[in-house]
C-alpha cells in the first residue's frame, strides 16, 4: 500500500547512504521488515493474547520457572511482562571485553528498574534494550535523544535509520560466522543473512522452530513481495 511504499523507500535510501548496494541484501532487508511488522510503526505488542507456548517458544528460559497461572497473571500486565522479559534482573554469561572475565550481565544493556518497558521494541525492526538504543542513537544523532525519548524510534524516517545503521553494524560478523561472501550473496544467503541479523544469531532455514526457521521462511517470502519483473524491487533512493 501506499505506507508501505514510502517507508520501504524511506529504508531502502537509508541503506544505501550506509553504504549498502547489493539488491539482494536491500530486498532481503525490506522482506524483513515486512515479516517484523508489516511497516507499521508501533511499540512491541502485548502479550496478553499470546499463548503460553508460544511465549515459552520466544522467550526461552526466563519463562522457565514459571507455571501457567504464574504467566497468565504475568501478561496481564504489560509493564510487568516486559520488565520481566527485559529488565535489569534478567541476566546472561558474557565475557568482559576490557577484563576478560566471565560476567553476569543484562544483554540488552538495561541497567535500573523500569527499563524493560522503557527500551521495549520500537521501530521497524522491534529496537530493544537501552545498549543498542544508546548506540542508536550516538550512531545517528551523535548524542542521546533516544535513551531520552525512545519513542522516536516509531518516527518513520528515523526507524529506516535505525534498521540501516542495525543492519551495517551487525553483517559483517554474521556473515563470517555464517560463511558468507558478502560481495557475492545468493538471494537465499541475503535472506538468511538479514533474518540473522535481526535474530541476533545465525539461523537455519530449514529448522521449524519459531525463532529461527518459521522466522527465515516469513521474511523470504516477504522480500519476494519486492521483486517485479524478475528483478528486485527497491524503491527510490
Do not use: H
Not at 530486498?27 to 511465549?55: H, M, P, Q, W
Not at 522503557?118 to 544523532?141: C, D, H, M, V
Not at 541475503?190 to 533474518?195: E, P, Q, V
Not at 529448522?207 to 517485479?228: H, I, R, V, W
Amino acid at each position: 500500500d501506499w505506507s508501505s511504499d514510502v517507508c520501504s523507500s524511506d529504508l531502502t535510501g537509508a541503506l544505501k547512504r550506509r553504504g549498502e548496494t547489493d539488491v539482494n541484501m536491500l530486498a532481503a532487508v525490506l522482506g524483513n521488515v515486512k515479516k517484523e511488522t508489516g511497516f507499521r510503526l508501533r511499540s512491541e505488542d502485548s502479550y496478553k493474547n499470546t499463548s503460553n507456548s508460544r511465549i515459552r517458544e520466544v522467550f526461552g528460559s526466563r519463562t522457565a520457572n514459571m507455571s501457567d497461572e504464574e504467566l497468565n497473571s504475568l501478561k496481564s500486565n504489560d509493564q510487568a511482562f516486559f520488565e520481566k522479559m527485559y529488565g535489569a534482573n534478567w541476566k546472561v554469561q558474557r565475557k568482559n571485553p576490557q577484563t576478560g572475565q566471565m560476567e553476569m550481565v543484562n544483554p540488552l544493556g538495561n541497567t535500573e528498574p523500569g527499563e524493560g518497558w522503557k527500551y521495549r521494541g520500537r521501530g521497524f525492526i522491534q529496537l530493544t534494550g537501552k545498549g543498542n538504543y544508546a548506540e542508536a542513537s550516538k550512531a545517528i544523532f551523535g548524542d542521546d535523544r533516544l535513551l531520552k525519548n525512545p519513542d522516536l524510534a516509531n518516527d518513520p524516517k528515523v526507524a529506516a535509520e535505525v534498521t540501516a545503521w542495525f543492519t551495517e553494524r551487525n553483517k559483517s560478523n554474521m556473515a563470517k560466522q555464517l560463511g558468507f561472501d558478502t560481495k557475492n550473496l545468493t538471494p537465499e544467503q541475503a535472506n538468511i543473512l538479514a533474518t540473522s541479523i535481526i535474530a541476533g544469531r545465525p539461523i537455519k532455514p530449514g529448522d521449524s522452530s519459531y525463532t529461527s526457521g518459521e522466522n527465515y521462511q516469513k521474511a523470504s517470502e516477504a522480500s519476494n513481495l519486492f521483486k517485479s519483473g524478475g528483478r528486485y524491487k527497491i524503491g527510490r533512493a
